[in-house]
């Protein structure tokens, strides 16, 4: 059974940082893409940044320059750090992974349960 589990997330003022982390552990083959969703209070949940199996990074427009996104691919982790954090980057942040196994050869999504990220003004 695969799981992904993240750590990092809490309390921190405008003009803060935060650094994020996904681990994702079971048996695994290989990991594809990882990433990481927000989900701001009271709307859907929104694609931040995403990073392939070879280390090639994609950001959403409003974190460029703000957020890095990397991974440790000996660890099967994946981390994003967050600087300049605004209020409206407040909400919960999902991470995901396409993981290989046995039974799913081709990969298959799994997802964390999700990282609580307040941005007070």
């Known amino acids: 059974q695969v799981q992904l589990v993240e750590s990092g997330g809490g309390l921190v003022q405008a003009g803060g940082s935060l650094r994020l982390s996904c681990a994702a552990s079971g048996t695994i083959d290989s990991i594809n893409a990882m990433g990481w969703y927000h989900q701001a209070p009271g709307k859907q949940r929104e694609l931040v940044a995403v990073?392939?199996?070879?280390?090639?990074?994609n950001y959403e427009d409003s974190v460029k320059g703000r957020f890095t996104i990397s991974r440790d691919n000996a660890k099967n982790t994946v981390y994003l750090e967050m600087n300049v954090l605004k209020p409206e980057d407040t909400g919960v942040y999902y991470c995901y992974a396409n993981i290989a196994t046995r039974v799913h050869f081709y990969g298959m999504v799994y997802w964390g349960k999700g990282t609580l990220v307040t941005v007070s003004s």
């Open positions: 990073i392939s199996s070879g280390g090639s990074p």
